[in-house]
């Protein structure tokens, strides 16, 4: 995960923030996967447009799957620096996009 943002409320501004962290954090190429969940506030114009205008296609996940809105600790501490991923070669993802400098990873 590198871009995610927190707030009181979900909305079309709260997604976009994370979207732009995301940007900001990796200069994705173009038709890089970006990953949400079907809140409404991921199907706004704000966010398709965002989107859109840097590149980057949508992905959404299943229906009421509870880690798609995930806080911080779960993110940060475990999910990029702890969990060792299958797909990854039993790696973190921090280790492995340490390993493939050119790989762009965007939630």
């Not at 962290?21 to 447009?49: C, E, K, L, Y």
């Not at 475990?78 to 969990?83: A, D, E, L, P, T």
């Not at 390993?99 to 965007?106: A, C, H």
Request: with cysteine; hydrophobic share 40%; aromatic share 8%.
């Amino acid at each position: 995960m590198v871009g995610w943002s927190i707030d009181s409320t979900q909305t079309a501004a709260l997604v976009t923030n994370a979207l732009g962290m995301a940007i900001s954090n990796r200069s994705p190429a173009s038709g890089t996967i970006i990953h949400s969940d079907h809140g409404v506030q991921f199907t706004s114009w704000a966010f398709t447009d965002r989107a859109r205008k840097s590149g980057p296609v949508p992905s959404m996940g299943s229906i009421g799957d509870c880690y798609d809105n995930a806080i911080f600790d779960y993110l940060e501490i475990f999910h990029n620096r702890r969990r060792r991923h299958s797909a990854l070669g039993m790696r973190t993802p921090i280790e492995y996009e340490m390993m493939q400098p050119s790989i762009q990873l965007v939630a």
